[in-house]
C-alpha cells in the first residue's frame, strides 16, 4: 500500500477564477503525531459554523426518534431516557418539538466547545510538528 493511499488531500476550487487551494490533508497514517493538518497555518475550524452544523444534525436525530416514538410507538422508552436532559422531550408531537429546540441547542453549545478546543490542539501542535 502506497502512502497516498494513506492520505486524504481536501482541495478548495474559487469559482470566480481558476485558483484552487489545498485546505485540508487528513493523514491516515498510524504513527502520525497528528492525523488532520491544514496547509495555511491561520486555517481554523469555525467553531459556530460546526457547532451549528452538530445542532442541526442532533435536532433531526431528536426529531426523527420522537416522531416515530409518537406514530409507532417504537422507542417510547428511548425518547423518555432521553427526555430527562432534554426539556420537555416526550414521545408527542409537542414533545419532539421542544426536543428538537432543545437538541439543537445543546447541539450547537456542545459543538462550539468541541470545535474551539481542536482549534487550540492543532495551533499548539503544529508549531511543534516537523515539516517535510
Known amino acids: 500500500m502506497s502512502l497516498q493511499e494513506l492520505s486524504i488531500e481536501i482541495t478548495a476550487e474559487s469559482v470566480l477564477d481558476d485558483h484552487k487551494v489545498k485546505a485540508i ?3 491516515m497514517l498510524p504513527n502520525s503525531p497528528i492525523p ?3 496547509e495555511d497555518p491561520e486555517t481554523k475550524f469555525d467553531a459556530n459554523t460546526a457547532g451549528l452544523g452538530l445542532g442541526l444534525l442532533w435536532a433531526t436525530i431528536l426529531v426523527f426518534l420522537g416522531l416515530v416514538a409518537t406514530l409507532t410507538g417504537i ?3 428511548l425518547v423518555e431516557w432521553l427526555g430527562s436532559v432534554h426539556v420537555g422531550y416526550k414521545p408527542t408531537l409537542f ?3 421542544m426536543g428538537a429546540i432543545s437538541g439543537l441547542v445543546y447541539g450547537f ?3 462550539v466547545i468541541m470545535f474551539r478546543v481542536l482549534n487550540v490542539i492543532f495551533v499548539s501542535v503544529r508549531g511543534r510538528r516537523p515539516q517535510p
Open 75 to 77: 422507542g417510547a422508552g
Open 25 to 27: 490533508d487528513i493523514n
Open 36 to 38: 488532520i493538518s491544514f
Open 109 to 111: 453549545i456542545i459543538g
Open 95 to 97: 414533545g419532539t418539538f
